[in-house]
């Protein structure tokens, strides 16, 4: 193949991040040993429902070699440009073994034991087969399995302490990348950081009106900024798109103290593939699924703005669907379906058959039909009712009308068929990219969200035809953790 690949992960319980910061200083390694990347860093986002997860469970790869052809610059370390390149030439055996050995020392250098973290190191020649990344983002693997997965392509593999970032380590280098975005990641200087950070907010908005291909930059309607995490980690700010150049070209328009490196990566974010339709009977812990179905109990308003509804699938099995208050947009539509309404819900399980929903489509909704009063023939007047069943009379001429006159009309429904995300702010990493709301309707916060196009199963999609053929062979589609 003519590259080597290196997976790192670093499942760190207290989740300070650092693991895309150890990947940048591996990157300054490869730079020391003549090494280029082929083809972009990788930030890879896993199962996001895993107990033990690290915080938004983010998984790091490169693909290493003698870069050749087209080169794209992907980021800035110790003030020069790193490129990476279109294809390139084989390092010996000797440079792979001097790169594994030196890469490991950088990666415990970068995971103190005090802290905690229990790092894993993975380089390889051959990638393990995209199966284990599928398997990774949307179920449980095993440590065994990864590392299986791992002797079977002849990787060298280094971990200290828990060796459960094999998993992330492993499924990161097998990642295909058919579909993604990016996320241009900047580093504070050192000293910075446990400081607050100094980030003009202002300009972050400005760059994503300017450029629309930036997503998940900020909430209008929670008004809070979506770029820079809320640890001491040593992220300054991310900045998501859905073409490098945006991110790149935004970094020049966000003013904020000064970076000290930063480095674009090719991720899985806003992808959906944690998503997998599955039946009701089929929806354990652990797992994310999308459920087409019918809305079989109507909502019940939990404590805290959270509310509760079921839907049934074609098989006749219940799944309750529970909207969290911090979703927005979620609970309200929820609170406005009745029983009947057609639906696809997606979301996580915490426990069996129950989903906590990161988006609703509503797909038909039920007509239901109300009786009135019916005006009078004679006088044009308005009638009351005698009663059920009893008929009704005019309240000016007295006249009587059987049961049978009541006019018939249709409930008005607050909802409208479509596809409802939660808002920016509650959106996971690999949830669906979906519209944003332009600007916050802060006059009247309970409004009804407005739909929009897209989402896990969506017949026609906004997306590429690609995607859509992605969505197919892995039986259906498309939902933002606390970062990076
Ligand atoms: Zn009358």
């Known amino acids: 193949m003519g590259t080597i690949w290196v997976g790192v992960d670093d499942t760190d319980a207290k989740g300070s991040g650092c693991t895309t910061w150890v990947l940048t200083e591996l990157l300054g390694l490869a730079r020391e040993q003549r090494l280029d990347p082929i083809g972009p860093p990788r930030l890879v986002r896993l199962n996001p429902n895993i107990p033990w997860k690290t915080r938004g469970n983010a998984a790091l790869s490169v693909r290493l070699g003698h870069g050749r052809g087209r080169r794209r610059w992907v980021g800035t370390l110790s003030g020069r440009r790193l490129f990476a390149y279109a294809s390139g030439a084989e390092p010996t055996t000797a440079e792979l073994e001097r790169f594994a050995r030196a890469a490991w020392q950088v990666v415990l250098d970068a995971s103190p034991e005090a802290e905690g973290t229990d790092p894993a190191l993975v380089v390889a020649s051959r990638r393990p087969s995209p199966e284990l990344y599928w398997k990774a983002v949307r179920e449980v693997v095993a440590v065994d399995e990864a590392r299986a997965a791992l002797d079977a392509v002849g990787a060298l593999v280094r971990t200290r302490g828990d060796p459960r970032g094999l998993v992330g380590a492993a499924a990161a280098i097998a990642w295909p990348a058919r579909r993604g975005t990016w996320e241009l990641l900047s580093y504070r200087q050192p000293e910075r950081v446990g400081k607050p950070r100094t980030i003009d907010p202002e300009t972050v908005r400005a ?278």
């Open 207 to 484: 760059a994503q009106r300017a450029d629309r291909r930036l997503f998940l930059c900020h909430d209008p309607v929670t008004r809070r900024l979506l770029v820079a995490p809320h640890t001491g980690c040593p992220v300054l700010f991310g900045l998501r798109a859905t073409a490098p150049e945006a991110a790149v070209r935004a970094l020049r328009t966000v003013r904020s103290e000064p970076w000290e490196r930063w480095v674009l990566f090719r991720t899985n974010q806003a992808t959906g593939d944690h998503l997998l339709r599955r039946s009701a009977a089929s929806i354990v812990p652990f797992l994310s699924a999308i459920l087409p179905g019918t809305v079989s109990a109507p909502p019940r308003a939990l404590a805290g703005g959270h509310v509760l509804f079921s839907v049934r699938d074609e098989e006749g099995d219940e799944v309750r669907c529970v909207a969290f208050e911090p979703t927005k947009t979620l609970p309200r539509v929820a609170q406005a379906l009745l029983p009947g309404d057609r639906v696809v819900v997606w979301g996580s399980a915490s426990r069996p058959a129950t989903l906590r929903l990161e988006g609703i489509r509503l797909v038909r909704r039920v007509r239901v039909r109300r009786l009135s009063a019916p005006a009078c023939p004679r006088c044009g007047g308005r009638t009351g009712s005698l009663g059920r069943g009893r008929g009704w009379r005019c309240r000016s001429c007295r006249l009587r009308l059987p049961p049978e006159h009541a006019t018939t009309s249709v409930i008005p429904r607050a909802v409208r068929p479509g596809t409802y995300h939660p808002t920016p702010s509650a959106r996971r990493h690999l949830a669906p990219r979906a519209t944003e709301p332009a600007a916050a309707r802060a006059d009247d916060p309970q409004s009804m969200p407005r739909a929009t196009d897209g989402g896990p199963g969506a017949r026609t999609s906004s997306r590429a035809p690609g995607l859509a053929r992605a969505f197919e062979r892995f039986p259906a589609p498309p939902e933002r953790e606390e970062d990076t």
